[in-house]
């Protein structure tokens, strides 16, 4: 019985034709599709060539060299990240896209989504950069908490 239908993006060919006639991709954690199917049927992500990505399976740094081929070879208007919130794997997935684009100098629009209690809620490019950095998040609930 296959669970799965949405490729993974490390097993495809990075100009291959699930993905390349789209103006869109949607890279998701490999378990929304699974645990969340009606996010992921949602008319907002109704335009996006979609790949999956488990992190718990492939390094980071694997993928995420497999996405600057994609990127270097494709024109995608935008690239969105779909995952659970929460997860430390699922976490990373947004980190490596962001450092993707850096390293890349991609101009395309980048979204990140994260689905919290069965809601999606989309998460701003800089909540996801400045995650990154501890020392910035506490300073962020220090001066948060000076504030009550």
Do not use: W
């Not at 239908?5 to 291959?16: E, F, G, T």
């Not at 979609?50 to 497999?66: A, D, Q, R």
């Not at 809601?119 to 001066?143: F, G, H, Q």
Request: aromatic share 8%; glycine share 4%; proline share 3%.
């Amino acid at each position: 019985m296959t669970v799965y239908r949405i490729p993974k993006l490390i097993d495809i060919n990075a100009k291959s034709r699930l993905i390349r006639n789209f103006n869109k991709l949607l890279i998701i954690g490999r378990c929304v599709e699974v645990e969340h199917p009606k996010i992921l049927g949602l008319d907002i992500f109704r335009d996006y060539a979609k790949v999956s990505v488990c992190l718990e399976e492939e390094h980071m740094n694997m993928v995420g060299f497999k996405l600057a081929g994609v990127l270097a070879r494709s024109n995608y208007e935008e690239v969105a990240v779909l995952t659970v919130d929460g997860s430390p794997h699922c976490t990373q997935l947004h980190y490596m896209v962001e450092e993707v684009f850096k390293i890349t100098g991609s101009k395309s629009k980048r979204r990140h989504y994260v689905i919290e209690d069965g809601d999606l809620i989309e998460v701003p490019v800089e909540a996801v950069k400045t995650s990154r950095y501890l020392s910035k998040v506490a300073k962020l609930l220090k001066s948060r908490q000076q504030c009550y």
